[in-house]
């Protein structure tokens, strides 16, 4: 079985959309399942097999993008083999997998990577709040109603697809997590290149610094919770459009000695290193529709501190391996302090979290997908005239 995978973004841009082709694309190949991807060239990728890479030019608002054209999409795909086609952005990638299913005739998933009603707020500036809101909403029904079938990461998701009024049939399959993801690390090595001392209270963010992940409330967080935990040092990891922008307003709250700002990390080598460096993790989005850098933080036996927001539920329902607080900044920080606090707390939640992280299985979730691939196929079949 042959699923070709069309993506707007893929390694090495660093977003959950790269790090969730990566993961399936591995785990569908250890049964059987071939994923030819096509995606944008970023700059001088080397070749890789089952990898074809499309020019394209810069998005001027976030220039870590490239915007391709459908139609190159679209003749990329006619010049591979494939049983059925498998979108995971919903821009032209999903353009020219709708038109190319519907001129060969084979089946169509997309997944819901993003939440873009709350995304298109920070991006689409000279719109209000409410219209800008109620186009994501319109080009959602439009983008779920012209595939086959939708895979979403978290049941929240699901059920927001549901309000939409989008009647294609959706399975809920999250990316999940191997336990060799992110190589070995080591958080001492971590501290002594930065010059961190191994009993400073460290708290550590890593994701993309955008608008939409709500980084301005966990530095206001952070800020209070300076007052109680006069040495706390905030480690943001990634990079993005609001980069700037935070760090200044880092500067405002006094958090300058307080905050270290990396960019990307290598996966296989760096980033494990910071997750065990420190104490905690913290992740305060409110748009996610999984967050799966909760899971490589849980992992790795590292507590959490975040909202319980969108997609993020499923993973943080039970409250094992975290703390939960209310989007609150008080609340927020009050969790930070007691955590930071208490190293028995720390260590519970540290076994509960590694735990938890087990029975999010990147080989289960592909075996789902696989069979979501079976089962569409065979319906196909049955419909297609002899």
């Not at 595939?147 to 009024?165: K, Q, R, T």
């Not at 530095?219 to 300076?226: F, G, K, P, Q, S």
């Amino acid at each position: 079985m042959r699923a070709l995978f069309l993506s707007d973004v893929a390694a090495p841009r660093v977003n959950g959309v790269s790090t969730s082709i990566d993961v399936f694309r591995r785990e569908l190949a250890a049964l059987g399942v071939a994923t030819p991807l096509v995606a944008p060239r970023y700059s001088a990728e080397a070749a890789e097999p089952g990898v074809t890479r499309l020019p394209g030019r810069v998005i001027p608002f976030d220039r870590e993008d490239r915007f391709v054209r459908p139609r190159r999409f679209a003749a990329a795909a006619r010049r591979e083999v494939f049983d059925l086609i498998h979108v995971h952005t919903p821009f032209a990638a999903h353009a020219a997998g709708v038109r190319v299913a519907r001129e060969l005739g084979v089946p169509l998933v997309e997944t819901w990577h993003t939440d873009f009603e709350n995304y298109f707020e920070h991006y689409v500036p000279l719109l209000p709040r409410f219209a800008a809101r109620a186009c994501a909403r319109y080009l959602a029904v439009r983008i779920g109603r012209a595939v086959d079938h939708l895979v979403v990461p978290s049941c929240e998701m699901a059920e927001v697809l549901a309000g939409y009024g989008i009647g294609t049939p959706r399975t809920v399959i999250a990316t999940g997590i191997a336990t060799d993801d992110l190589g070995g690390g080591d958080g001492g090595r971590f501290r002594a290149r930065h010059g961190i001392p191994v009993d400073r209270p460290v708290v550590v963010h890593v994701g993309r610094v955008a608008h939409e992940k709500n980084l301005a409330f966990l530095l206001r967080a952070v800020a209070l919770a300076w007052r109680e935990v006069p040495e706390i040092l905030l480690v943001v990891a990634g990079e993005g459009p609001a980069k700037a922008s935070l760090q200044q307003l880092a500067m405002d709250l006094g958090l300058a000695g307080r905050t270290l700002w990396l960019g990307y990390l290598d996966r296989r080598t760096e980033l494990a290193d910071v997750y065990l460096a420190a104490d905690l993790f913290a992740f305060s989005s409110r748009t996610e529709t999984q967050g799966l850098v909760l899971l490589e933080a849980m992992s790795l036996g590292v507590p959490v501190v975040a909202l319980a927001e969108r997609g993020t539920r499923d993973l943080l329902a039970c409250e094992r391996g975290a703390l939960v607080p209310r989007a609150s900044e008080p609340e927020f920080a009050a969790a930070l302090v007691r955590l930071l606090n208490d190293q028995g707390l720390r260590r519970r939640l540290g076994a509960e979290a590694r735990e938890l992280a087990r029975s999010w299985s990147a080989a289960g979730s592909a075996a789902t997908l696989a069979q979501l691939y079976r089962e569409l196929l065979s319906r196909h079949a049955a419909r297609s005239p002899i």
